[in-house]
């Protein structure tokens, strides 16, 4: 074990969320996850997003191409949010507009998701890594082609540096104590895991 290692806890005081490409074409490129299991994922951390009220910024890559618009539901649930079309960089830290959007909010936490992982994701990742921040990609609302592709990509950010999660833990890292919000991050956690519900469900009937 590093004795050096040193825990890094998300901090909703520090944390930006960064939607990268979740996009109508590119989405149709992802294999890794069931569509239905993908869209979910990508909504619970929106919803974790809102519930922590942490800044949340969108972008998009080369949209008036095959890559299509942004999937209205992102665009519903942040409609103030800096929303960067970018022209044609595919390197997001590319855009001077998207890394000023996350230098204006002052916090040095970011987590990413995006479509396609190994490129959407990882090349802003590494360059975030690169210039001085702590990054967090959620696992399971970024998708690409297949799982061998996935793991390639998972393994370069984590050698740099990158934190893993999925989006289950960023709202536990997030909440730290059960006691700060018990039936609204309960809420959050029943609206995407079915079964999670069974256990809210018993225990406000035994908290009545």
Not at 9 to 26: I, Y
Not at 136 to 148: K, L, M, P, R
Not at 191 to 204: A, D, E, F, Q, V
Request: negative net charge.
């Amino acid at each position: 074990m590093d004795k050096n290692f040193k825990y890094n806890r998300l901090s909703k005081d520090d944390a930006v969320c960064l939607l990268v490409d979740h996009q109508s074409g590119l989405i149709s490129l992802v294999q890794d996850f069931s569509p239905g299991e993908f869209k979910n994922n990508v909504l619970a951390l929106a919803d974790i997003a809102r519930f922590f009220n942490l800044p949340t910024i969108l972008t998009t890559s080369f949209e008036d191409g095959p890559n299509g618009p942004i999937v209205p539901e992102l665009k519903e649930a942040f409609p103030n949010a800096p929303y960067i079309p970018r022209p044609g960089q595919i390197n997001a830290w590319d855009n001077a507009d998207f890394v000023k959007a996350i230098e204006d909010t002052g916090r040095k936490q970011l987590i990413i998701a995006g479509v396609v992982t190994d490129v959407c994701v990882a090349f802003p990742a590494l360059s975030a890594i690169e210039a001085g921040y702590e990054v967090y990609v959620v696992t399971d609302a970024s998708g690409t082609f297949n799982e061998v592709t996935r793991h390639a990509s998972w393994a370069r950010m984590s050698a740099a540096g990158v934190q893993l999660m999925n989006w289950f833990s960023v709202a536990c890292e997030l909440h730290r104590d059960w006691r700060n919000d018990v039936e609204g991050l309960g809420a959050l956690l029943s609206n995407h895991i079915p079964n999670y519900r069974n256990l809210i469900t018993s225990y406000l009937a035994q908290n009545k």
